[in-house]
């Protein structure tokens, strides 16, 4: 059964530093991988996809990597704002499904 | 990016009751996807749904409390019935074009 983890569970800093949050998976068949945002009580917004074939997707200030054979992904936020607090999830699509596996995400704060 | 309306965001509802929500999408989905957020969990998929078959629960989900329609490929409902407390939870339909998966805003229940 896959699993996904994410670390850490919360993570507080100033604005205007880099951070770099983790994902790992416990089965690398995987097909693709996808970055969400959600604020508090809302839905997910899609940040990222990155397709099984592919190392790594950027928009903007994101930036998200894929190892499938480590079973792990990150997500590197530059020069963070106010605005990216946020929580971040990690889910997998494993091949020959097309349900998401969740992560329990990453509880981010930049503080001004 | 596809858009996914979702009503109602929010409600209040008393034990015994039952609530639809409903999620509509801007263009032809083939598959929708309900999920459930307990508080301060991740989400957890409660069914997949087709237009014209019955919808495919997962472990822990029965049809009787989480009765799915899909009459057609932009839109579908998910009705909580018999509430208790223990049903408050973020509600989210989902759906995916092409391999990338994109949210409804949620829907917010409280069981009082």
């Known amino acids: 059964k896959q699993e996904v983890t994410q670390i850490p569970a919360a993570l507080s800093v100033p604005e205007g530093e880099n951070l770099v949050l983790n994902c790992s998976f416990t089965d690398s068949a995987i097909y693709n991988l996808q970055w969400f945002r959600q604020d508090p009580g809302k839905g997910l917004t899609s940040l990222l996809l990155i397709q099984s074939s592919q190392r790594e997707q950027t928009s903007g200030r994101l930036n998200a990597s894929l190892d499938k054979s480590s079973g792990r992904s990150t997500l590197y936020i530059a020069a963070s704002q106010p605005g990216d607090s946020a929580t971040y999830l990690c889910a997998v699509i494993e091949g020959g499904s097309e349900k998401l596996v969740f992560g329990k995400g990453t509880k981010l704060t930049v503080n001004p | 990016s596809a858009v996914i309306s979702q009503k109602p965001s929010r409600d209040i509802c008393q034990r015994g009751t039952s609530l639809t929500i409903q999620c509509q999408v801007d263009?032809?989905?083939?598959?929708m996807f309900w999920y459930r957020q307990q508080p301060g969990q991740s989400l957890t998929l409660i069914a997949t749904a087709n237009q014209g078959s019955e919808a495919t629960y997962e472990s822990g989900f029965v049809i009787d409390k989480f009765p799915i329609s899909r009459p057609n490929l932009t839109f579908s409902t998910l009705t909580v019935s018999n509430m208790s407390p223990e049903d408050s939870s973020i509600y989210l339909c989902?759906?995916?074009?092409?391999?990338?998966?994109?949210f409804g805003q949620g829907t917010r229940l409280t069981v009082v």
């Open positions: 989902s759906g995916d074009r092409g391999t990338e998966a994109f």
């Open positions: 263009s032809q989905v083939t598959m």
